[in-house]
């Protein structure tokens, strides 16, 4: 009987054409743009427009070429977090998202910033509110054309199910852990947050607009508030159940003994399965996913499966299922 997966070789090579060639591409084109239009530019130009249109934060057209190349490439290595999964043939279903927003991203991004600089090289300053409809189409237009030339991924295998712990009539037990996630996203969620520090000095030196400079501080909340969510979790399973709180203190899970349906191993690959880290939702599943790896996936009677990594879900699961099994006896 034919297999019903793509070819190893064909989800690679487009993988690296829409997630890789595009953006850089992309962005090449658009840094020679901008390149062309500096000469016709002055020394300072508009870079930020108040809600009547009218410009307000002024800086060096270089500025722009430096925020294009930086976009470009970020778009870029945004697909080398789960690049070397999918050349291990890692199966799951998101892979062509990650991809496909690279390119959209770099493209959207190329072109509203290359426009901002030629619609000024004739000294006109005027919003270039007209420049976003433009940009947004383009980034459908490239998305679309990278989500419909990758092959469809793989379904993820089913889980295990462990052998339950084994009880003494009375007898207690408890599993107390932190999970921690990798150190790749402890560093890139700092160079996010030293990335967005950067823009709001630059924003800052260049002249920029108040609203400018809390927009970059919002974006450091933002990003400081979503690593809190990744850097780890405190698991504690006993007879009640399952706890998951975060080191942040939120947020946090308890899952009843008695809620318990089923409880299984499963393999997760962060990206694949659940488009990326922290809590996630995918597929009917709610995620705590801070690494690729083994991870307990506990089925309730009601509502969505619950699927948190560790590094030895096997005890957690075998334990987990002995006290749920308790507990259905009452």
Known sequence: MPSNEPSPHRRRLTYIAVGFVAPIVVTLVAVLVE????GDLPDRIAVHWNASGEADGWGSPWVIVALTVILGLSAAALSTVNYRQLTDGAPGGTF???STTAAATATGTGVILAGIMVTQADGDSTSP???????????VVVGAIGWFVQPTDPPTGSGRHPEAMGLAPGGRAVWLHTET???????AGAAAVVFASVIGLLTAMNGGSTASLWAAVAIIVIILVAMSTVVGYHVRIDSSGLRVRSIA????????????????VVDVRAIGDFGGYGVRYSRGRTGVILRSGPAVQVTRTEGKPFVLTLDDAATAAALLAAVAARARRG
């Open 249 to 264: 203190g939120l947020p946090r899970w308890h899952i009843a003994a008695d809620e318990i349906d089923d409880v299984t």
């Open 181 to 187: 996630t990798s150190r790749f996203i402890l560093i």
């Open 129 to 139: 509110t007209a420049l976003i409809g433009v940009a947004v189409a383009a980034a």
């Open 96 to 98: 062509r998202w990650v």
């Open 35 to 38: 390149a062309f239009a500096v």
